[in-house]
């Protein structure tokens, strides 16, 4: 078995391989000097597609492929992703391939808060113009790091049905291939409004489906730790046992929809983890209970991990993937039991995608 990790930077991108999830051959920079906020690794061919959201300073944003396991990109002569109204492209924060059924179809969530859909394995894209003209949309504000749709959920059953989740601004999902979308937020709280429970501007960090069950999604929100079992149509939390309920990452394990991940961090003021300790959390009750996992991971660690910088592989047993702030990325081969550095002293680490590949 072979495993590829794609790490995502604010100066360039790094690709790793390990045949055993303990030591790691690790390659790079690709793209050295560009932002990559978004990574994605497109398993649904015969190989690996790798698609990565750059930025560069001074060609701006875009995206590129590579079916060769980054040995070399197509970087479009015109970018793929373009506002067709009054808008600029800042920023691309999410690349998410469609399920296995919807080959070709790739969706991106872009700053300012835009979804683009790709029939063309990421090629380029068209503008969904029902999430942008939607009433909500001049009240969406910008969070800490920007206004974005920074996740994309497809439903794995029914293609016309797409959850996203933006700062600020909450849920909002889509049962009709994005012609219209509807706030889903019940039951998520705002602390920071006159009424802390809106219909929306909730500042969620990060939202994950299970496969198995897409009835089923986790939440880590600006304070709050979330699950809905009935589609994002309510909410109701699951922050109790866990040291602190704020945090960016939420990962659910490949095959068990009641088991979860996430790194908590101690405040929106004080973005490290409780006492400093490197810790990831694990639920295996769907957020019932919770257990510290922090085997061959450091007790002095002053620095946080981001929403995208926390992911599984598809492997039986799956690894468990983070990387941080200050650069340093760990790996787990047995669900979070154990940990390996794979590499440190990396630029921020924005992004991390892994995926058993072939051999």
Known sequence: ??????????????????????????????????EVYAVALDTRGPGVR???????????????????????????????????VDASLERVWQLQPAPASQPGVVYAGTEPSALFKSTDGGRSF?????????????????????????????????????????STGGVYRTTDGG???????????AY???????????????????????????????????????????WQSIAEGLPTDFGFAMVTHPHDPDTI???????????????????????????????ALGSGLPDAFWTAVMRDAMCTDNADTPGVYFGS???EVYASPDEGETWHQVASHLPDVMSVRAAVIPA
């Not at 003209?133 to 049905?161: C, L």
């Not at 960090?205 to 149509?233: E, I, T």
């Open 1 to 34: 078995m072979t495993v590829l990790l794609a790490i995502g930077t604010r100066k360039g991108l790094w690709l790793a391989r390990s045949e055993d999830r303990v030591t790691w051959q690790v390659d790079g920079p690709h793209h050295p000097m560009q």
């Open 50 to 84: 790798l698609l990565a959201g750059v930025s560069s300073p001074h060609f701006g944003p875009g995206v590129s492929r590579s079916d060769d396991l980054g040995a070399t990109w197509e970087e479009p002569a015109d970018p793929p992703i373009a506002f067709p």
């Open 126 to 166: 068209e503008f969904v113009e029902g999430l942008w003209n939607h009433p909500h949309r001049p009240e969406w504000g910008a969070g800490f790091g920007g206004q974005a749709v920074h996740t994309i959920v497809p439903d794995p059953v029914d293609p016309d049905r797409v959850l996203v989740a933006m």
């Open 179 to 189: 012609k219209s979308w509807e706030a889903r937020n019940k039951g998520i709280k």
């Open 192 to 234: 920071f409004f006159p009424d802390p429970w809106p219909e929306f501007g909730q500042c969620v960090h990060k939202v994950a489906q299970h496969p198995s069950q897409p009835a089923r999604f986790y939440a880590q929100n600006h304070h709050g730790v979330y699950r809905s079992d009935d589609g994002g149509d309510t």
């Open 261 to 291: 991940f996430t790194f908590p961090i101690e405040a929106d003021g004080r973005r490290f983890p409780p006492e400093g300790k490197c810790r990831v959390y694990r639920s295996r009750d769907a957020g019932s209970s919770w257990e």
């Open 325 to 327: 702030r200050s650069g």
